[in-house]
């Protein structure tokens, strides 16, 4: 039963990463396809993160410290991104 859970966890991941990348195609503003792509990562890397921590319990200080760092960082990135990208009115 944990396997499946874990193979699910994993498939999901995997769909979210290759989801992410169809809006890089459309035609919206470049930080709309950044975005896009940077949240379906995070979702991604996440979900075959839980699926790894469901299947090899004994790493799990190590597989918790991946989940965090891919929230901090993936977030903070989307903030200077965005920050980066207004001209602030000069």
């Given at each position: 039963m944990l396997d499946i859970l874990s193979y699910t966890c994993i498939g999901i991941g995997i769909v979210f990463w290759f989801w992410g990348t169809f809006p890089l195609l459309g035609k919206r503003s470049v930080l709309f396809k950044l975005h896009s792509l940077s949240v379906a990562d995070t979702l991604g890397s996440m979900s075959i993160t839980v699926g790894l921590l469901i299947k090899i319990p004994n790493e799990?200080?190590?597989?918790?410290?991946?989940?965090?760092?891919?929230?901090?960082?993936?977030?903070?990135?989307?903030?200077?991104?965005?920050?980066?990208?207004?001209?602030?009115?000069?």
């Open positions: 799990w200080p190590l597989l918790v410290l991946a989940i965090i760092s891919l929230a901090i960082w993936n977030t903070v990135l989307g903030y200077v991104l965005a920050y980066c990208s207004t001209t602030g009115g000069k």
